[in-house]
């Protein structure tokens, strides 16, 4: 079986600082990791995806993410933070060894990121 | 090239009544998947189609909902007879059937409210 955790419901950051939102992971396999983000309202967003690689994946919108196997972590960061980045994020994983079409995605609960101006 | 798109967008509902949500999915796609999300907690799996066949339905709660996917294009969710808990976003999201290391993508979501 495969697992995400979130563990923080909420992170709060002042604008122009860096910005960490924490995500582990457990999967039987090699794992796909993925970043969605929904904005107020809307629906989720693709951000970014590690398949293979270097282990640091840059995505939309300015944010990166590292994957660090021997934590099993895919920590999404970004440098500089703005009120726009506010929104609910969530970290989703697949075993990329599952073969055939058994593609869906474990998501975390989700975390709440806010800028503050 | 159009994305995910699900109707309707906001669902009210009575305790009792029956819902059907629409997803149609991006075209070319032969994965669908449904997946929800209640308040507060994670997104979770229902249920995942390949062209009009169910690949995998063991995320569905019980048997009150039906999904289909007739001609391998859009697809329905049934939700009969709703109750409370069945309250929450529920998400279609679609990907090529060629390329494992494909994205999934999110249509916007049907809120539904179960009064």
């Known amino acids: 079986a495969q697992s995400v955790a979130q563990p923080e419901d909420q992170v709060n950051v002042a604008e122009g600082n860096p910005l960490t939102v924490k995500c582990t992971y457990s999967v039987s396999g090699n794992p796909y990791l993925f970043w969605y983000v929904q904005y107020p309202n809307r629906g989720l967003q693709f951000l970014l995806k590690y398949i293979t690689g270097d282990n640091l994946v840059k995505g939309s919108y300015g944010f990166e993410a590292e994957f660090n196997k021997s934590q099993t972590s895919f920590h999404l960061k970004k440098p500089s933070a703005l009120v726009s980045d506010s929104a609910l994020y969530f970290c989703?994983?697949?075993?990329?060894?599952?073969?055939?079409?058994?593609?869906?995605?474990?998501f975390g609960s989700g975390t709440q990121l806010t800028v503050l101006p | 090239e159009a994305g995910v798109t699900q109707f309707p967008s906001h669902s009210v509902i009575e305790k009792g009544q029956t819902v059907t949500l629409r997803c149609d999915p991006i075209s070319g796609h032969d994965n669908l998947y449904w997946y929800r999300r209640v308040m507060g907690k994670e997104i979770k799996f229902l249920l995942h189609?390949?062209?009009?066949?169910?690949?995998?339905e063991s995320g569905m709660p019980n048997n009150r909902f039906l999904a289909e996917r007739t001609g391998g294009t859009y697809s329905t969710l049934k939700v009969q007879p709703a109750e409370l808990e069945d309250s929450g976003v529920y998400f279609c999201a679609s990907l090529p059937l060629a390329g494992v290391r494909e994205t999934q993508y999110f249509g916007p979501g049907t809120r539904l409210l179960v009064l």
């Open positions: 189609f390949v062209k009009e066949s169910k690949q995998d």
């Open positions: 989703a994983v697949r075993d990329g060894g599952t073969a055939g079409s058994a593609r869906q995605l474990t």
